[in-house]
């Protein structure tokens, strides 16, 4: 049985202690938050602190606070027979600074606390700079997760930058059509057909084959008439987009 204290009381934090309290391969030890009434709903669970000298043993430390805090965090750990890993995207392994043993526990996905997830279906990448750190990683990853992967540091700094084009870059469109709808009393629910043919289709066609629309066909005429119903911001990601669009397939 793999043993694990999690470190960090956010969204990727909170969605990997349910995963771990479910899993009888895997025995949460403790949580740490500095915050303790974020972790309060645990506390019959697991072991809860937000005193950093009562941190515990365990084989796998995990690290789920934000990105800029990783490196400063990580310098005041001391556990050189363990293995501590982050959960960034972006940041490289060789920000943890310490004599321990140093990986990443990326879950690819996007978290929010009142969104329920499948781990399962949830890409888990995993990088370590020991062979038998990485062994553990993976028998830790493939205990909640049925797709996992070996993923540097430079590889997943291009994944994540990626994941912003195809998660966070789309939801924010997704607003700009809500707010478009909203002005003009139409239900967003309406388009909600739409949004989730467009995500199944890349499931079988690359987004090249996927990809429709008046810029694609270069339809001049539809694209003005958008142009002149947009404000200044939205008319700006419009053309940026249809000008890309039209680039890449004319």
Do not use: W
């Amino acid at each position: 049985m793999v043993s694990v204290v999690i470190i960090g009381s956010g969204n990727v934090a909170f969605h990997l202690i349910k995963a771990f309290l479910k899993n009888d391969s895997i025995d949460l030890k403790q949580i740490y938050s500095r915050t303790i009434k974020n972790i309060e709903s645990f506390k019959n669970e697991t072991l809860i602190t937000d005193n950093f000298s009562s941190i515990i043993k365990a084989n796998i430390y995990i690290i789920a606070i934000s990105d800029d805090a990783i490196e400063g965090f990580s310098k005041q750990l001391n556990f050189e027979d363990s293995l501590v890993v982050h959960t960034s995207g972006s940041v490289s392994i060789n920000a943890l600074k310490g004599t321990y043993g140093k990986g990443v526990f990326y879950p690819l996905q996007t978290f929010s606390k009142n969104h329920r997830v499948n781990f399962k279906q949830i890409p888990i990448c995993i990088e370590s700079n020991n062979n038998n750190h990485l062994v553990l990683l993976e028998k830790l990853a493939s205990s909640i997760s049925d797709n996992v992967y070996f993923i540097d540091s430079e590889q997943r700094e291009k994944l994540h930058l990626s994941a912003v084009f195809v998660n966070n870059f789309v939801n924010h469109l997704y607003q700009i059509g809500n707010d478009i709808c909203d002005k003009n009393n139409i239900p967003f629910e309406i388009l909600l057909p739409l949004i989730k043919e467009t995500a199944k289709k890349i499931v079988t066609l690359t987004p090249n084959q996927a990809q429709t629309g008046p810029a694609k066909r270069k339809d001049i005429q539809t694209i003005n008439k958008h142009l002149n119903q947009l404000n200044t911001n939205q008319k700006e990601i419009y053309t940026i987009l249809t000008d890309s669009i039209i680039k890449t397939y004319n």
